[in-house]
Nanobody
């Protein structure tokens, strides 16, 4: 089993930045993809970004391209989401997720096997 713990959320002004972290523990060798999803009040959970753990290949939702950067530190089993130029529309609970090694890339939250508890990001006007 893999445990995921997010941190780094908070309240920022529009145009500001935050860096989210997701620390993985347990059987981390079994994961292939790690991703960020977010869910705003009254909205469906949506894909934000993902990284292929071994190669570092990244994927982004169109809404965050050019503003968010996903990365990972293999030695620390930690994934990051650097969020710049934040907009109030980015306000949401951000969750990290992991997909097992036998699986490929997916944009669908239901395809992911492990989830963190979520961290709140609030962007004020």
């Amino acid at each position: 089993q893999v445990q995921l713990v997010e941190s780094g959320g908070g309240l920022v002004q529009a145009g500001g930045s935050l860096r989210l972290s997701c620390a993985a523990s347990g059987r981390t060798f079994s994961t292939s993809i790690m991703a960020w999803f977010r869910q705003a009040p009254g909205k469906e959970r949506e894909f934000v970004a993902a990284v292929w753990w071994s190669s570092g290949r990244t994927y982004y939702a169109e809404s965050v391209k050019g503003r968010f950067t996903i990365s990972r530190d293999n030695a620390k089993n930690t994934m990051f989401l650097q969020m710049d130029s934040l907009d109030p529309e980015d306000t949401a609970v951000y969750h990290c997720a992991a997909r097992l090694s036998y699986a490929g890339m997916s944009y669908d939250w239901s395809a992911y096997d492990y989830w963190g508890q979520g961290t709140q990001v609030t962007v004020s006007s």
